[in-house]
């Protein structure tokens, strides 16, 4: 989690909870508002107006009554679990015909109130639908996790194939003799196997980077950070320069005020962008970063006059495991989770990256951090 400095309080950190009260009747709202004056109440009059304002988002538990024109509670609890199985939703109702209750319990609500309305019942009932829905979303977690689990052990043991068969077959042919070791093309074998023993090593490196980043937690460990010294250091330690040596860098930088970062998070998430702009650059390319302060946040972009990006694969770059294939060999190396994990790292310290790109004209991505919020006291 945030380390809180000496100057912060819990309250400070701690979000009020939003609850969306969803009923044609304004008396029954307002009365439910008073009661409910701990959280950040929104109100709808009918179901079709509650979907609306929920799918702007923010909003954590949803109390909606059954008789509304437009939508009804229940249509509206079907929709709003389609789209958000997670959402947790009380339904206030005035009948108890069993009908109604066995149609709500298949659309999967999460709690009844009756009416006329207990309040204290009212106030218990959404605290106990916090908690299901901190529970939901947990087990939602560890789902997804577990899939991530399935689906990068079968990525891994496909990228790790390919390398060791062909180092593997070489080294079988020169143990056998049907590789001379001192012919000039058993010296263009050895080059390229090497290469391969050089992209493994890669990959492993790449492995203990994804995994540190995993195991470093959700949070974020803030020191102050000097973007300055950092991002020159970044550059020049990129390892995929040696792969490409005819790709020029240039730097330009304003000086940037000290800020608190997490350093290993950002430093992870510049580097990936920079890799990326030498890697899709042309032999011969010019990648140019640059860093300046702009309305009150500091704006890095990273630029390269490269192969570009078409535009129907540039909306899925930030998902996990995709790769721009711009060979079309469906051989691309890595893992495809450098810019996603780089996308998390930048919004949790409030900023943002965005990628803009034209096949045979070359890629700019620009990242946003504020200058000001994560600073030091």
């Known amino acids: ?5 000496s100057n912060q309080s819990l309250e400070t950190v701690q979000e009020r909870k939003t609850v969306l009260l ?71 109702t005035g009948f108890a015909d069993k009908d109604l209750i066995l149609k709500a319990l298949k659309a999967d609500a999460d709690d009844f109130i009756t009416k006329p309305l207990n309040l204290l019942q009212l106030k218990s009932a959404i605290e106990k639908a916090l908690v299901k829905k901190a529970l939901k979303e947990e087990i939602a977690n560890l789902r997804n996790l577990d899939r991530f689990k399935t689906v990068f052990l079968s990525l891994i043991s496909h990228k790790f194939r390919t390398p060791i068969t062909s180092i593997s ?39 203990l980077t994804f995994s540190s980043v995993m195991d470093s937690g959700g949070g974020l460990h803030l020191e102050p950070c000097t973007l300055n010294l950092l991002l020159p250091k970044i550059l020049s330690e990129a390892y995929i320069i040696a792969a490409r040596p005819g790709v020029t860098t240039h730097i330009t930088q304003q000086t940037i005020p000290e800020l608190m970062l997490d350093r290993d998070k950002i430093s992870f998430a510049l580097r990936q962008v920079i890799d990326n702009a030498i890697k899709f650059s042309r032999e011969d390319g010019v990648v140019c970063v640059n860093m300046r302060n702009a309305d009150g946040q500091c704006e890095i972009s990273i630029e390269d006059n490269g192969i570009g990006i078409s535009k129907d694969q540039l909306p899925k770059l930030f998902e996990k495991f995709y790769q721009v294939d711009a060979d079309r060999t469906g051989q691309v190396r890595g893992f495809g989770l450098g810019l996603f994990y780089a996308r998390e790292f930048i919004r949790m310290h409030g900023g943002s990256i965005s990628i803009e790109s034209e096949e045979n004209q070359g890629t700019r991505v620009l990242i946003t951090l504020p200058n000001t919020a994560s600073q030091s006291p």
């Open 1 to 5: 989690m945030l380390e809180l400095t």
């Open 22 to 92: 969803v009923d044609d009747e304004a008396v029954i709202r307002d009365l439910c508002k008073r009661v409910l004056n701990g959280y950040d109440i929104v109100e709808a009059a009918d179901g079709q107006e509650a979907y609306e304002i929920f799918l702007r988002g923010g909003i954590d538990v949803i109390l909606t009554d059954v008789m509304m024109p437009r939508l009804d509670g229940i249509e509206l609890l079907k929709k709003l679990k389609e789209r958000e199985p997670t959402m947790v939703v009380i339904i206030m």
């Open 169 to 207: 077959l070489f080294l079988q042919n020169l143990a056998s003799g049907i590789i001379d070791p001192s012919d000039d093309g058993a010296k263009e074998h050895i080059k390229l196997i090497y290469n391969e023993a050089c992209y493994l090593g890669n990959l492993v490196t790449d492995l």
